[in-house]
């Protein structure tokens, strides 16, 4: 990944991802280091309602921020750190499997087994 | 051989998916009031919706990325978010119609009261989005759709005057005792109908749902156009039966028997039959449809795991959005809304969405860097940009033109 | 500034008493055009039923429906129209003549729909013919909003 990436256009709002070609979020932010000397440099995508709620800013997204901090019990956004990012394009491809990434896809789990779970059939494939 | 069945059969779910209750009741109330005067707008909304249709399946077969996904990259996620909290709702919107749409359908037959059915309805919906093999699903309500084209062949039957329906339809003329304000509006509501916002997300799903890649362009393309002008000729031979036998008595549609009088004057019991065969398949199809799309849109935007052909569990959010907006479209049927009026909304409100759903299909496939040699030809753009334009000044149009004819009176 | 404003407001007022009676006359007039066409269309799709029905070309429960929802909305434009008020005397006539006519056609849509309720099928196109009357007078008053 030597050429220059444009993170606004190249990254946010991309698709993400997994290993296995699992989807597992948008870019909703970035984050960024500051050094006092050189530019700044990318250190983490950032993915979720939190990371969401902080882009959209306003009050709308003060409320999504406070809303998931409620429910996921922080409003610290969640990190993919950029050195699982393996490949950059339509989407962005991960060098890991989804279920090695921190904190992804706790509302889909959450759901999964207190609400979707329980209904019948919810198992088995349509097809 | 193979290709042809292949074809035949990406048609059929075209016309399935195309044909709902927006289009019949519209097709039909139009046809009563206004005759054969509103039959270019038909025109003009089939090439439209051609274009973006096709337009959308080959951007999701080249990039692998469906509607809402692009709108977002594009648009950014705040006007990304305000497009879809607008398609959402125009989409549950429609939902809602669809829903007693075929529980009339049942009420046609039955004389039970529509609103007895509605549940029934909702728990099939939800059983075969659920469980059952979708291909399955597609193929037989566009199979049984086409006992729709009763429609057609009863204009033949009622033995027309063909020079003074081919001199109305190329001479449209508001009817007396309607203002042009009116006429306006039902154009609007006319291409709303033809052009509806949940056909384009659905389509760019299943093509990546299906894994359609670069070889299937071809493909897609044909289906599309095949597809739109059957339905288009379904469409127009509605707005005919009703100008035929509708129009001349005064008889105004405000409910769906009115809709099949027409083909019941021309082929009695067995033509009510089959009009409510195909009602009934053709505006299924649009249930399971409208109730996928919601979760599309949602699921897309943020980028959640979603799938007609994943397990429930596995794309929890998606299926949770779906289930919700089941149940919700449901309550709402039953606090007794008249289903005609929803229609006439929803297929209105239908046209506002559309400018910034398309905007970024049209900036996306003239992008090289995602579509390679799949870029849009100028014959594509010629149309894309000339129909953008159309929706955008009709969006524009929308709300005034409601306001100033009081919902269309 | 406000003295302007009381002008306007005094002027609008004025003004509007003057255009008012004649204008309110043209809206009630178009008032019972719209009934008389809305009656009409409930009444036209009855008698086609009734002629399908009659004929043996429409089943049972798709006729009851039909006539039924005839009649519901017949009988909902007829309550809609009688709670207007009629703007001055000059057109209590009118409405008289409207509601007579509105009346005339519910009732026999009230007594189709009874008889497709008890499946006397062949009996409806004789019921129907009785509406020929009423509909003749509705066609005129669809026109009161013209003269």
């Excluded at chain 1, 700044?40 to 709620?53: F, K």
């Amino acid at each position: 990944m030597t050429d220059v990436l444009h993170a606004g256009l190249d990254l946010l709002d991309r698709q993400i991802v997994d290993r296995d070609g699992e989807l597992v979020g948008k870019v909703d932010d970035l984050e960024l280091t500051d050094p006092e000397d050189g530019p700044p440099r990318l250190v983490a995508l950032l993915t979720g309602a939190q990371a969401y709620g902080t882009r959209l800013g306003g009050r709308l997204g003060g409320w999504i921020v406070s809303a998931a901090g409620r429910l996921g019990g922080t409003k610290q956004p969640v990190r993919i750190p950029f050195e699982l990012v393996e490949k950059v394009g339509p989407s962005i491809r991960l060098s890991a499997a989804v279920s090695e990434l921190e904190r992804v896809e706790r509302v889909d789990h959450w759901l999964r087994d207190n609400f979707i779970g329980r209904i019948p059939g919810a198992g088995n494939a349509p097809e | 051989m193979k290709q042809i069945l292949t074809i035949a059969l990406g048609v059929l779910t075209a016309i399935g998916g195309f044909m709902d209750i927006g289009d019949l009741v519209t097709d039909a109330l139009i046809g009563a009031r206004f005759g054969l005067a509103l039959v270019w707008v038909t025109v003009v909304a089939v090439i439209g919706i051609t274009a973006y249709s096709e337009m959308c399946g080959r951007v999701a077969a080249v990039t692998q990325r469906t509607v809402f996904d692009l709108v977002r990259e594009r648009l950014g996620p705040r006007v990304a978010l305000f497009n879809i909290v607008g398609s959402y709702m125009v989409n549950a919107l429609t939902l809602v119609a669809e829903l007693c749409g075929v529980a009339l359908a049942f009420e046609l037959a039955t004389n039970v009261n529509y609103m007895l059915w509605v549940p029934l309805v909702a728990v099939l919906a939800f059983l075969v989005v659920w469980r059952m093999p979708f291909e399955i699903m597609e193929r037989l309500y566009g199979v049984l759709g086409l006992a729709l084209f009763v429609f057609v062949v009863a204009v033949w039957q009622l033995g027309p005057d063909w020079g003074q329906m081919a001199h109305d339809v190329t001479h449209p003329t508001v009817p007396p005792g309607e203002g042009t304000p009116t006429y306006l509006f039902y154009a609007l509501v006319m291409l709303g109908a033809q052009m509806t916002p949940y056909e384009v997300f659905f389509f760019s799903s299943g093509v990546v749902e299906h894994g359609w890649d670069r070889d299937k362009v071809g493909q897609i393309r044909v289906n599309n156009v095949l597809g739109y002008v059957i339905g288009g000729v379904l469409a127009i031979g509605i707005q005919a039966t009703a100008y035929l036998v509708l129009q001349p008595r005064g008889i105004q549609v405000a409910h769906l028997s009115q809709t099949v009088l027409p083909v019941v004057t021309a082929f009695g019991q067995v033509g009510l039959a089959l009009v409510i065969v195909g009602i009934f398949a053709a505006v299924f199809g649009s249930v399971l449809e409208t109730l996928l799309a919601s979760g599309y849109t949602v699921a897309h935007h943020f980028g959640w795991r979603w799938g007609k052909f994943e397990r429930p569990v596995n794309a929890a959010r998606f299926s949770t959005v779906i289930l919700v907006t089941l149940l919700g479209a449901a309550g709402f049927a039953l606090t007794t809304i008249d289903p005609i009026k929803i229609t006439i909304y929803a297929v209105y409100l239908g046209v506002l969405t559309l400018p910034l759903t398309w905007l970024p299909i049209l900036v996306i496939a003239n992008d090289r860097r995602y579509m390679g040699a799949e870029v849009n030809g100028r014959l594509a753009n010629a149309v894309g940009v000339v129909y953008l334009v159309l929706v955008t000044v009709a969006a524009v149009a929308a709300l005034p033109l409601l306001i100033a004819t009081k919902g269309g009176l | 500034m406000k003295r302007l404003l009381l002008f306007g407001l005094t002027a609008a007022v004025v003004f509007g008493a003057c255009v008012g009676p004649s204008r309110t006359d043209r809206d009630y007039r178009r008032k019972v055009a719209n009934t008389a066409e809305a009656v009409i269309s409930a009444v036209e799709s009855a008698r086609l039923t009734a002629d399908l029905a009659t004929a043996g070309r429409a089943p049972a429960p798709y006729v009851a429906l039909r006539l039924s929802e005839s009649e519901e909305s017949a009988a909902a434009v007829e309550t809609g129209f009688a709670a207007v008020q009629p703007p001055n005397r000059e057109l209590d006539d009118l409405r008289t003549e409207t509601l007579d006519a509105v009346g005339a056609a519910t009732e026999v849509l009230a007594r189709l729909r009874i008889a497709a309720y008890r499946g006397e099928l062949h009996e409806l196109r004789e019921i129907a013919l009785e509406l020929e009357g009423p509909v003749g007078r509705l066609r005129d008053l669809t026109k009161v909003a013209t003269s």
